[in-house]
C-alpha cells in the first residue's frame, strides 16, 4: 500500500511541476509579446516622425542645380526647366516634369537626374552625335547619321565635323528627318569614309548629282555618281597606303571609274 501511495504522490508532484512550468512559460510569452508590441509601436512612431521632419525641413530643400554634358543645347531653356527643381525637398522631388522638359529639346537624346544630399541636384543631359553639318542657303544644321537634324548653327560654326553642301536648297528642319536622297547618300559616303580613316572636311553634290570628297590636306576626290561608294572610296585608302604625301601633292583623285583611278598633281600657284 504505502509503495502505490508513493507512487501515486509523485506522479501527482511531476504533473504539478509541469503545470506550474508552462504557466510560467505562458506569463514568459505574454511578457515577451507585449514588449515586442510595445518596441513596434514606438519604433513606428519614431519613423514617422523622421519621415516628417525629412519632408517638411529647410535643410533638404533643393538650393542648387548643376547641367552637365551640355555642348550644342540652348542653355537658357535648360535653366528654365532646371528651375523647376528650387525649392523642392530633395526626397520628394518631382523630376518627372523636368526630365520631360529636358528632354524634349531637339538636341537632347537622353537626361538623367541625380540627388546630391542634402542640397544639390545634377542633370547630366547627353546629347545626339552630330555625323556633319548641312550648310543650306544660309543656314547651318547639326545632322545625325539617320539624317535627323537636331540644331541650327552659325553658317560659320562647323565644330570640326565634315561639311555636307549641296547645289540645291535643302528644306531642312530642326526636329525632323531630312528626306532629301543627295543629303542621306552624303551621309553614308562620308560613314565609309570615317571607317575606312580618311581625313575628309566636307562632301559638295552638284546639281548632276556627282559628288566630291574634300580631304584635309586639301585634294579632292572625284566620286562621281554615288555607286560603288565603298569601292570607290576603297580605292582612295589604298592610294593614299601607297602614298601619304598624295593628299597634299594632288589637286583631285578622280576614282569615277574604281577600275581606272586618275589623278592630277598640283601645279605652282595651286
Not at 510595445?38 to 523622421?50: K, R
Not at 519632408?55 to 532646371?82: C, H, K, M, S, Y
Not at 525632323?176 to 566636307?202: D, H, W, Y
Request: charged fraction near 25%; charge should be positive.
Amino acid at each position: 500500500m504505502s509503495v502505490s501511495r508513493s507512487r501515486k504522490t509523485t506522479s501527482t508532484n511531476l504533473w504539478a511541476n509541469r503545470h506550474r512550468s508552462q504557466v510560467i512559460r505562458s506569463r514568459n510569452r505574454n511578457k515577451m509579446n507585449l514588449k515586442a508590441i510595445l518596441f513596434l509601436f514606438l519604433g513606428s512612431m519614431l519613423f514617422s516622425c523622421c519621415i516628417a521632419f525629412a519632408v517638411q525641413t529647410p535643410w533638404l530643400a533643393v538650393r542648387e542645380v548643376r547641367i552637365e554634358g551640355v555642348r550644342f543645347a540652348n542653355r537658357d531653356r535648360l535653366q528654365r526647366a532646371a528651375r523647376q527643381a528650387l525649392g523642392q525637398n530633395i526626397l520628394t522631388l518631382q523630376s518627372a516634369h523636368i526630365r520631360k522638359s529636358i528632354a524634349h529639346l531637339p538636341e537632347v537624346e537622353s537626361v538623367c537626374l541625380k540627388r546630391v544630399f542634402p542640397r544639390t541636384l545634377r542633370i547630366l543631359v547627353y546629347e545626339r552625335n552630330p555625323a556633319a553639318i548641312l550648310l543650306s542657303d544660309e543656314s547651318a544644321y547639326l545632322i545625325q547619321s539617320d539624317g535627323y537634324v537636331f540644331h541650327k548653327a552659325a553658317h560659320n560654326q562647323v565644330y570640326g565635323l565634315p561639311v555636307i553642301k549641296t547645289s540645291r536648297s535643302v528644306n531642312a528642319q530642326v526636329g525632323k528627318k531630312c528626306t532629301f536622297e543627295e543629303v542621306l547618300i552624303a551621309i553614308r559616303a562620308l560613314g565609309i569614309a570615317r571607317k575606312n580613316r580618311l581625313p575628309v572636311s566636307g562632301i559638295s553634290i552638284d546639281r548632276l548629282g556627282d559628288m566630291c570628297l574634300n580631304m584635309c590636306g586639301g585634294m579632292r576626290v572625284k566620286l562621281g555618281q554615288p555607286d560603288s561608294l565603298a569601292e570607290k572610296i576603297a580605292v582612295v585608302r589604298s592610294a593614299l597606303n601607297c602614298k601619304p604625301s598624295l593628299s597634299r601633292e594632288a589637286e583631285y583623285l578622280d576614282v569615277t571609274c574604281p577600275k581606272f583611278p586618275v589623278y592630277r598633281p598640283r601645279t605652282d600657284g595651286v
